[in-house]
Protein backbone atom coordinates (compact mmCIF):
# COMPACT_ATOMS: atom_id res chain seq x y z
CA UNK A 1 0.00 0.00 0.00
CA UNK A 2 1.24 3.20 -1.28
CA UNK A 3 1.74 6.27 1.85
CA UNK A 4 3.50 9.31 1.43
CA UNK A 5 3.74 11.31 4.33
CA UNK A 6 4.93 15.35 3.62
CA UNK A 7 6.48 17.05 6.84
CA UNK A 8 8.11 20.51 7.85
CA UNK A 9 5.54 22.97 7.09
CA UNK A 10 4.52 26.38 8.61
CA UNK A 11 4.41 29.97 9.10
CA UNK A 12 7.76 32.01 7.56
CA UNK A 13 8.14 35.68 7.10
CA UNK A 14 8.93 36.51 3.10
CA UNK A 15 12.66 35.59 2.35
CA UNK A 16 12.31 32.61 4.26
CA UNK A 17 12.99 29.55 3.96
CA UNK A 18 11.64 25.68 4.61
CA UNK A 19 12.31 22.39 3.89
CA UNK A 20 9.28 20.06 3.27
CA UNK A 21 9.82 16.68 3.49
CA UNK A 22 7.79 13.65 2.43
CA UNK A 23 8.59 9.72 3.93
CA UNK A 24 7.12 7.22 1.31
CA UNK A 25 6.45 3.51 1.98
CA UNK A 26 4.87 0.70 0.08
CA UNK A 27 6.79 0.74 -2.90
CA UNK A 28 10.02 0.46 -4.11
CA UNK A 29 11.16 4.32 -4.03
CA UNK A 30 14.33 4.39 -5.93
CA UNK A 31 12.55 3.12 -9.07
CA UNK A 32 9.69 6.32 -9.24
CA UNK A 33 9.88 9.71 -10.08
CA UNK A 34 8.65 12.00 -7.44
CA UNK A 35 6.77 14.83 -7.75
CA UNK A 36 5.90 18.12 -5.60
CA UNK A 37 2.78 20.09 -6.10
CA UNK A 38 1.09 23.16 -4.43
CA UNK A 39 -2.31 24.13 -3.77
CA UNK A 40 -3.49 27.75 -2.97
CA UNK A 41 -6.92 28.96 -2.08
CA UNK A 42 -9.03 29.30 -4.87
CA UNK A 43 -6.46 27.89 -7.06
CA UNK A 44 -6.16 24.66 -9.31
CA UNK A 45 -3.17 21.93 -7.91
CA UNK A 46 0.17 22.76 -9.84
CA UNK A 47 3.31 20.89 -10.40
CA UNK A 48 6.30 22.63 -8.54
CA UNK A 49 8.91 20.18 -9.59
CA UNK A 50 9.86 17.00 -10.28
CA UNK A 51 13.03 14.57 -9.41
CA UNK A 52 13.45 11.53 -11.67
CA UNK A 53 15.22 8.24 -10.65
CA UNK A 54 18.55 8.26 -12.26
CA UNK A 55 20.83 10.93 -11.88
CA UNK A 56 18.49 12.94 -9.69
CA UNK A 57 17.26 15.14 -12.75
CA UNK A 58 14.86 17.56 -11.54
CA UNK A 59 12.52 19.55 -13.21
CA UNK A 60 10.73 23.16 -11.79
CA UNK A 61 8.02 25.58 -12.79
CA UNK A 62 9.09 28.81 -13.65
CA UNK A 63 7.56 30.57 -10.67
CA UNK A 64 10.03 28.34 -8.59
CA UNK A 65 13.36 28.10 -10.55
CA UNK A 66 16.40 29.51 -8.66
CA UNK A 67 14.22 29.68 -5.64
CA UNK A 68 13.54 25.74 -4.95
CA UNK A 69 15.17 22.55 -4.74
CA UNK A 70 14.24 18.71 -4.86
CA UNK A 71 16.27 16.40 -4.13
CA UNK A 72 15.55 12.55 -2.73
CA UNK A 73 17.73 10.45 -0.27
CA UNK A 74 16.80 6.59 -1.71
CA UNK A 75 18.21 4.97 1.45
CA UNK A 76 15.66 6.85 3.66
CA UNK A 77 12.69 6.57 0.73
CA UNK A 78 12.50 10.32 1.52
CA UNK A 79 11.98 12.91 -0.99
CA UNK A 80 12.56 16.68 -0.22
CA UNK A 81 11.59 20.50 -1.15
CA UNK A 82 14.10 23.04 -0.27
CA UNK A 83 12.35 26.56 -0.58
CA UNK A 84 14.04 29.48 -0.51
CA UNK A 85 13.22 33.31 -0.71
CA UNK A 86 9.60 32.56 -0.08
CA UNK A 87 7.20 34.80 -0.75
CA UNK A 88 3.41 35.13 0.13
CA UNK A 89 2.43 34.11 -3.34
CA UNK A 90 4.12 30.52 -2.05
CA UNK A 91 1.65 29.89 -0.01
CA UNK A 92 0.41 27.07 -0.48
CA UNK A 93 -0.51 23.31 0.69
CA UNK A 94 2.41 21.34 -0.42
CA UNK A 95 1.59 17.73 -1.29
CA UNK A 96 3.78 15.07 -2.65
CA UNK A 97 2.84 12.50 -5.76
CA UNK A 98 4.36 9.17 -7.68
CA UNK A 99 2.62 7.77 -10.38
CA UNK A 100 3.13 3.51 -10.04
CA UNK A 101 0.95 1.36 -12.40
CA UNK A 102 -1.09 4.79 -13.93
CA UNK A 103 -2.31 5.42 -10.37
CA UNK A 104 -1.81 8.99 -8.98
CA UNK A 105 -1.01 8.49 -5.54
CA UNK A 106 -0.85 11.76 -2.84
CA UNK A 107 0.31 12.47 0.41
CA UNK A 108 -2.87 14.63 3.26
CA UNK A 109 -0.07 17.98 2.41
CA UNK A 110 1.56 19.85 4.24
CA UNK A 111 0.45 23.95 5.21
CA UNK A 112 3.06 26.65 3.77
CA UNK A 113 1.82 29.96 4.86
CA UNK A 114 4.22 33.14 4.18
CA UNK A 115 3.54 35.74 5.75
CA UNK A 116 4.92 39.18 7.89
Known amino acids: QVQLVESGGGLVQPGGSLRLSCAASGFTFSRYAMNWYRQAPGKERELVGT????????NYADSVKGRFTISRDNAKNTVYLQMNSLQPEDTAVYYC?????????WGQGTQVTVSS
Open 51 to 58: IITFGDTT
Open 97 to 105: STVRYRNQY
